[in-house]
């Protein structure tokens, strides 16, 4: 029967009483892939004679091959159980040198199962990354959180090195070997990865962790494919809102819908659009590279340019698909559109200004959302309308927010199924309309299941959205008392030093656990600090490169803003906080720098927008965040010191330690 966890699992003492060949057997019956190269196998073969020889000198414990870790869609080369330590050995083969793309790599394994397996949160990890052929090197053998940092080893002292270990670290708590295995994991992957996990295969329950926010996406879909399956057999067309928290899995649960209902041939066809751009961007890349990768593995030589045309069928820019419709009559091949980040679709001012200066129609009539629901709305029969919502998103003039799907319903579609949950009538939602003046005139059916009420964008926890919420809603009891449960599990700090700040994200940082510098579009005075916010960069190589790269978010030197990290998210965020936003006298003032000084915003819209784009930086960091608030300058006016020290001050009073 073959072994969905490993490869190969067996007590140290079997593993040295089987023959090599037998060994190497099992480990072939349990690689489900069926293509595994000379290379491969010979590989197998060498960590077993090397452990067949080190692990005579080691007494009891257990040996796992091939160990599975789900969220990264990786294996463990070898674990070995030893007197109640995790040793995880990552083998390079002939290597002369210890690579640190190695030592990255088998460090990421130890951080995942910390973070992820039940059975490994208190449980010693000691990743070993093995050159076969390097020369020995001294270990300086460090513990921080239960992890030590990796170790460098060769084919001849691997069980020295574990001997040294178990003296410098005896366990007093023994636990099961074969429950550790066989342990529950409960990965919460991040947006790219989950992406990736998608394309390959899987599905919402195989990516994510078995609480109760994966309980509630799992119900989500649930709901959504009911709605799915009402239409279809009622042949009616429907529109359903799917509101949640920041960082709940909106976007996540869009990407799965349009894998799951992607069948042409069942007559659905579903597509995922997108107005954020960068976040197509990154998925689309991240995506293509995975199927490079994992091509080459196979043997395979696939061209970028294939690779993405192929995500590109998965995950849409929405104005390309929008653009495709106009001036013609042509139905779309889809039946089931998801729209994410639907507050972000454009007002009939904003599309009709693109429409006539960018692509020659003088006299566009719709709104985007109008406009989007017309399309579809060409279909004989049934369709369904998926609207991925986010209270508070909206960070760019001409957003028409959610009022406007509404309006352009009771307009021209009062015959569609309209699913809501009962938070859309909240003022994040609604914009101070009237609620009964938005729901009016239409078929509504409300469905609590349709909201996602629990973040799993930080999995240390799920209360970083109310604090941010409360923070910039100056409801300072709740900040402070929110701050005080969650600020152990999940750090939040503040610094006046830019320097102080890179370095407290660098030291919280192991593996290829991702950390970079976020600022609002308008904190255009940061420049003085050597933030640059108007720098044109690629997302893609932010988001996605390694810590050799310039380009990436590692080396802290490009800032992302609002626009930019929308919709995706990092493990540690530097937030560089600007006088455009600042704490005056109790309450928030809004501003923007022009020309030479900073004005005053009174557009009410603005404001929100504003506010919205430091939500958004507030929480986008997975793990923690540094608040970096400049001490300002006597002599600049531009960046008086008032500016800075009221926001400071605030957050200081809400209780956020101060690093210096």
């Not at 940092?149 to 270990?165: H, Q, S």
């Not at 380009?551 to 530097?574: A, M, N, P």
């Not at 784009?613 to 300002?632: C, D, E, F, N, S």
């Amino acid at each position: 029967m073959r072994n969905l966890r490993c490869y190969y699992s067996a007590s140290i003492s079997e593993f040295l009483n089987s023959s090599s060949n037998e060994i190497l057997g099992i480990i072939h019956s349990n690689d489900s892939s069926n293509e595994v190269s000379l290379l491969q196998s010979n590989t197998w073969s060498q960590e077993i004679d090397i452990l067949k020889d080190q692990l005579v000198k080691l007494s009891d414990g257990r040996i796992i091959f091939e160990y599975t870790i789900p969220r990264m869609g990786k294996r463990v080369d070898v674990v070995i159980l030893y007197k109640n330590i995790v040793f995880l050995l990552e083998f390079k083969c002939g290597d002369t040198e210890y690579r640190s793309s190695t030592f990255d790599q088998v460090y990421d394994y130890a951080l995942d199962l910390r973070n992820f397996q039940k059975e490994s949160h208190d449980k010693l990890l000691v990743p070993i990354m093995v050159s076969t052929n390097a020369i020995a090197r001294h270990n300086e053998i460090i513990e921080i959180e239960r992890i030590v940092r990796p170790l460098y080893c060769n084919a001849n002292n691997i069980a020295e090195t574990v001997g040294i270990v178990v003296s410098k670290y005896p366990q007093e708590q023994a636990f099961d070997y074969i429950r550790w295995e066989h342990s529950e994991y409960y990965p919460t992957p991040t947006i790219v990865e989950a992406a990736q996990a998608l394309y390959r295969g899987h599905n919402v329950h195989d990516i994510t962790r078995s609480d109760a926010g994966a309980e509630n996406l799992t119900k989500t879909t649930e709901a959504i494919n009911q709605i799915i399956d009402f239409s279809k057999n009622n042949g009616s067309k429907s529109i359903c809102f799917v509101t949640g928290v920041p960082g709940a899995g909106k976007t996540l649960v869009g990407l799965n819908l349009a894998i799951e209902r992607s069948d042409a041939t069942e007559g659905e066809h579903a597509v995922f659009l997108s107005g954020n751009f960068p976040l197509v961007q990154v998925l689309q890349e991240a995506l293509a590279r995975d199927k490079i990768e994992r091509e080459k593995l196979k043997g395979n030589r696939l061209s970028k340019k294939e690779a993405l045309r192929e995500a590109s069928t998965f995950i849409q820019i929405i104005h390309k698909y929008r653009d495709s419709y106009v001036g013609n009559n042509n139905v779309p091949p889809e039946r089931i559109i998801i729209f994410d980040e639907a507050q972000r679709a454009w007002t009939k001012t904003q599309i009709a200004h693109f429409m006539a200066v960018k692509k020659g129609v003088p006299s566009f009539d719709y709104s985007e959302p109008e406009f989007l629901l017309s399309t579809i709305n060409r279909q004989v029969g049934w369709c369904v309308v998926v609207c991925l919502v986010g209270g508070g998103q909206e960070i760019n003039t001409g957003e028409a927010g959610l009022p406007e799907w509404f309006d352009s319903l009771r307009r021209s579609f009062k015959n569609w199924n309209v699913f809501i949950t009962p938070q859309l009538n909240d003022t994040e939602y609604r914009r101070d309309i009237s609620w009964s003046n938005i729901i009016a005139d239409l078929h509504i059916y409300e469905n609590k299941d349709l909201h996602l009420a629990t973040s799993i964008r930080s999995f240390r926890t799920f209360e970083l959205s109310a604090f941010i919420k409360a923070v910039l809603d100056v409801n300072i009891q709740e900040a402070q008392s929110i701050y005080q449960r969650i600020k152990d599990k999940y750090p939040i700090v503040l610094t006046r030093s830019l320097k102080i700040a890179k370095d407290w994200v660098r030291s919280k940082c192991q593996g290829t656990t991702r950390y970079g510098l976020l600022a609002s579009s308008g904190a255009l005075r940061l420049k003085s600090e050597g933030i640059f916010v108007k720098n044109e960069i690629s997302v893609a190589n932010w988001f996605l490169n390694g810590k050799n790269d310039v380009r990436s978010s590692y080396t802290l030197e490009d800032v992302v803003s609002e626009f930019d990290i929308q919709g995706l998210e990092i493990d540690y965020s530097i937030v560089a906080w600007d006088a455009d936003f600042r704490f005056v006298d109790g309450q928030w003032t809004y501003n923007n720098f022009v020309g030479t000084m900073w004005n005053k915003i009174s557009s009410q819209e603005n404001k929100m927008y504003l506010k919205n784009a430091y939500r958004v930086l507030l929480t986008r960091a997975r793990q923690g965040m540094v608040i970096y608030i400049p001490y300002g300058s006597q002599t600049d006016i531009t960046r008086r010191c008032e500016y800075y020290d009221g926001t400071f001050n605030y957050l200081k009073e809400i209780g956020l330690r101060e690093i210096n």
